[in-house]
């Protein structure tokens, strides 16, 4: 017994609307390609430029709880505002972020990257230095490569001591992709 | 000793369920209601998901839900067509019902009413949708009723 699109729909809006749901997703379309966003009722919890949305489900899970659904509405606050991003327009994100579960040296590094303006670059080593822990570049690397909401949290600002892109979980030609359209590159 | 079985993210089990919920919905009731009990169904297993303990015979207990809504429905159309004076009903869902009347509230009171009024559940059940404590649900919903009752009044 086939579920109409429209049935299925008003069933997914209806447990959003309801707030029954621990997480949403959904997949939306970027000229970086497509990516999966997902959102709790703490906020925006994970970008993710791996889109099957069945990889995905048991993370989203461990993040905010079992209740993982994927809807177009859920999303809608962190859609608006990636699009204004992509068209040059907005330059700041306003979203609540949902951190939980990470450790506490992560969400102060990702606190201080978030502080990284739009159409600049730091390093490793310089955001080391700025939780207060100066030889530790190499974590602060590790912590930007499990970054689980990019673009948002802008872990492509960040490259090697040398001005080179080291790498980036999306691939390198997204990161350069997204300094060129921030006109750092 | 064995493992539980894990409860697998909400998404794969409706993916898995929701043709056989409707199914057994559309045998039951026909094609045109059994879509508002099939929304209601997944709705009530939303709702109780958060506190499944293990991850067994899913599929079995999301039927036992389908088939006690279809149930619920048989009884108000049995109850709406012995009551020759009541008006039609049209098959909306409660909360859809309720929603002139409940715009104005905060989403706790909003909830709280809904699932008290509409779906009839304890203030045990809908404390553990919202979260809060079963005074915090009352409180809520009697609230919600409170403000509810003024705005009509005025």
């Known amino acids: 017994m086939i579920v109409s699109p429209e049935l299925d729909r008003r069933f997914r809006d209806a447990a959003v609307t309801l707030d029954l749901v621990d997480v949403g997703f959904d997949v939306v379309d970027s000229p970086i390609g497509p990516l999966l966003v997902a959102a709790s009722g703490e906020g925006l919890a994970a970008i993710s430029f791996r889109t099957d949305p069945e990889e995905q489900l048991d993370r989203l899970a461990r993040i905010a709880g079992p209740r993982v659904l994927r809807s177009a509405k859920s999303i809608d606050p962190a859609r608006r505002e990636l699009d204004e991003y992509f068209e040059g327009e907005r330059h700041a994100f306003d979203l609540f972020l949902d951190l939980r579960g990470l450790f506490r040296f992560t969400v102060s590094v990702l606190n201080e990257l978030a502080r990284v303006p739009y159409g600049q670059t730091t390093t490793y080593g310089a955001l080391a230095e700025r939780v207060g822990r100066p030889r530790a570049a190499r974590a602060v690397g590790t912590v930007m490569n499990r970054n689980r909401i990019p673009i948002v949290l802008p872990c492509h600002r960040v490259v090697g001591s040398s001005g080179d892109l080291t790498g980036y979980a999306g691939g390198l030609d997204v990161k350069l992709a997204l300094l060129e359209l921030e006109g750092a590159r | 000793m064995m493992q539980a ?6 998404e794969r089990f409706y993916e898995e369920h929701r043709s056989d919920v409707l199914r057994l919905l559309r045998r039951r009731l026909g094609a045109q209601r059994a879509e508002d009990a ?13 506190r499944l303990e293990h991850g067994e015979h899913l599929r079995a207990w999301v039927l036992t839900i389908a088939h006690n809504v279809a149930l619920d429905t048989l ?11 009541t008006p039609s009903t049209d098959d909306r ?12 509230l905060g989403p706790k009171e909003r909830a709280a009413v809904v699932l008290r009024y509409g779906y009839d559940l304890s203030y045990e059940q809908i404390a553990a949708a919202l979260g809060s404590s079963e005074d915090a649900a009352r409180q809520a ?6 403000r ?3 705005r009509i009044a005025s």
Request: no cysteine; hydrophobic share 45%.
């Open chain 2, 5 to 10: 079985v894990a409860i697998p993210p909400f």
């Open chain 2, 75 to 85: 009884r108000r159309t049995r109850a709406t067509e012995e009551l020759v004076e």
């Open chain 2, 93 to 104: 869902p409660a909360y859809a019902e309720l929603a002139d009347l409940t715009d104005g």
């Open chain 2, 38 to 50: 099939f929304q209601e169904t997944f709705l009530r297993a939303l709702r109780a998901y958060a």
């Open chain 2, 148 to 150: 509810i009752r003024r």
């Open chain 2, 141 to 146: 919903a009697s609230t919600g009723v409170r």
